[in-house]
């Protein structure tokens, strides 16, 4: 399963709406550590297939979300629960930061 693409239009009904804690990849094309956490990401969409929603969010052509959140630098993955925001980690960091981080939230 590949991750959500996320835009502005659907945020609210993918993140805010959401029964399951989600995890949202803040990335843009251009960006290295981005694309080394890629994988991360997409191996968290079929392991947490059911039980988490996973998202991933282009700021370049969706720029309303990461203003919202003051996101400042990518990688950011973002973490909410209940529709509401919880925490962030910033940069290329192993998976099973990320994991760990998302475990916190079931």
Request: proline share 8%; with cysteine.
């Amino acid at each position: 399963m590949t991750p959500i693409e996320l835009t502005d239009s659907n945020f609210e009904e993918v993140v805010l709406k959401s029964k399951l804690p989600v995890v949202i990849d803040l990335w843009a094309e251009w960006c290295g550590p981005c694309r080394m956490i890629a994988p991360h990401i997409e191996k968290m969409a079929e392991e947490y297939e059911g039980k988490a929603v996973i998202c991933s969010l282009d700021v370049d052509s969706n720029p309303e979300v990461p203003t919202k959140y003051a996101v400042l630098n990518i990688p950011t993955v973002m973490f909410f629960k209940d529709g509401e925001f919880k925490e962030r980690v910033v940069g290329a960091v192993p998976k099973k930061v990320l994991c760990d981080t998302l475990e916190k939230y079931f």
